[in-house]
């Protein structure tokens, strides 16, 4: 049945879900085998050719045990930063489709390595790149989403009992162009990964022991986590915390895959991203953003279209909002305040400029000198308790509150960047996490 895909051309409008559907389907059929894993590691942990060589024992002492692994790797250490800054010096503005063409690299380098490193200990690996791994995307260069995967070759070296090392972070287009995932996206390929291959779980291996209830970096006390619902990780790594990419854990959720995070450096147990329910809201977790801008349209005369005339926009831009608020408390107008990634200050701002003039709004605010604080936990956006005891703990630090918002698993409030830190810190204990 995947033979037969795979003959097909590629289109432009797949859709996701019909495809997932597909894909569940194929392996309830029973066309696959048990036994296979997938794995991921990330940069940190393949950082040198000596962390390399560790990772490559570590998998092949799992491989003799018995079990069928896909291993997908991140870039090594910093690379993907360096590409990016190599880049910026040629030209301030590199088209997305070039930067794609040299981000891939990072991750075919790790991938390459690995393999080698894997063959030398004896045990036989082929590395891939995103589309020998058959990974089809969208053509949204730099922050393509996956439509579907086509594992082919992935399953014929597993059934001649090869490891298979893919390089994350990268598919082709329906275009035939190199593509890749956004930053981070190297979880995600693992989760599509683990899922066209029938596996209901996947490790993802980093440099901590697992998920904590904050940035052990900041706020020393913060402990990990055995266990997190989807949501509340979806939520943690939306507002800032970095150990998994916010589409990987959203794939997982709708799929059912459970999340392994653990440490590539020891055997500890680390933490279970599953599905769950909770009998009463409880905090699980605190996370900030200081890569955060505001901006503020103020007193914007009523009227129907104005907003998603500016969503729509921004949209097209691809600026992703990350937070929304919308005040109209007034009858005859209302205020919009955005919060964006700090990279897309300034395009938000061109859009916000003409729809200033364009609605007659009275004044538009900016503000890059702000950060925002989320307390995460299912349900708790709907315990009033919780969110005044929020505000209170705020206040104790005389922080004037600039935007609140809540959603089912989280409360963010905006609050100004150098505050950010100590708020976090004073959060975790008043909370008693
Ligand atoms: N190497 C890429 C990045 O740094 C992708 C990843 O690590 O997941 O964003
Ligand atoms: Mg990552």
Redesign the pocket.
Known sequence: MCLVLDKLEPQKSIDTELICFSIKSIVSMGHYKMGIFVQKY??SSLATPELIKAVAQRIVERKRRGDKLVIVV??MGD???ELISLAQRITSNPPKRELDML?TV??RISASLLSMAINSLGEEAISFTGSQTGIITDERHTEARILEVRPERVKEELARGKIVIVA??QGVSTEREITTLG?????TTAVALALALGTKDCEIYTDVDGVFTADPRIVPEAHKLDEILYEEMLELSSMGAGVL?PRSVEMAAKNDIVLHVCSSFNQKKGTIVKRGTVEKPVLRGITFDKQIAMLALKDVPRSPESLSQIVTQMAEEGIHVKLFCHGAAREETVDLIFIVEETDFEGALKILRKASRNLGAKRLLTGMDVGSVSIVGLGIGRDTEILAKMFKILAGLRLHIQAVSTSESKITCVIKKKAVEEAVRTLHREFGL
């Open positions: 990330g940069g991140s870039a690379t993907t930063d981000l990072g991750e994350g972070f930053r981070g996206g190297s979880d990419h």
